[in-house]
């Protein structure tokens, strides 16, 4: 662990291997992406195998809707980390 002198700066750059913001949006839009085209190709192939015709357009839909319920899910559980103390008890 990097020992920092400014407390201020330890919680982000004390430790090894901290991710700065930007490569933290990064990773998050990646993985946002990756979740979104996965969910798309699962439906486009499962949907048929279990009777249920749906369109191309439909399954974008659908697939932006389990998005913005994961993406809301991941904001939440975050948010009541924080608001929990959890991470700061897992940092330690």
């Known amino acids: 662990m ?3 002198a400014d407390r201020r700066h330890q919680s982000e750059v004390g430790r090894v291997g901290a991710q700065s913001r930007l490569m933290s ?5 990646t ?4 979740g979104f085209a996965l969910a798309l190709a699962t439906q486009l192939v499962l ?3 279990f009777g ?3 369109s191309v357009t ?3 839909v659908i697939g932006c809707v389990f998005t913005a319920v994961s993406l809301a899910r991941s ?3 975050a948010g009541c980390s924080r608001c929990c103390g ?3 008890r897992l940092n330690r």
Do not use: Q, T
Request: aromatic fraction near 8%; hydrophobic fraction near 60%; glycine fraction near 0%.
């Open 2 to 4: 990097l020992i920092v």
């Open 25 to 29: 949006l990064v990773e998050a839009n």
């Open 31 to 34: 993985n946002v992406v990756v």
């Open 47 to 49: 949907f048929p195998m």
């Open 52 to 54: 249920l015709v749906v």
């Open 58 to 60: 439909d399954n974008v």
């Open 75 to 77: 904001y939440i559980c």
């Open 86 to 88: 959890c991470h700061r």
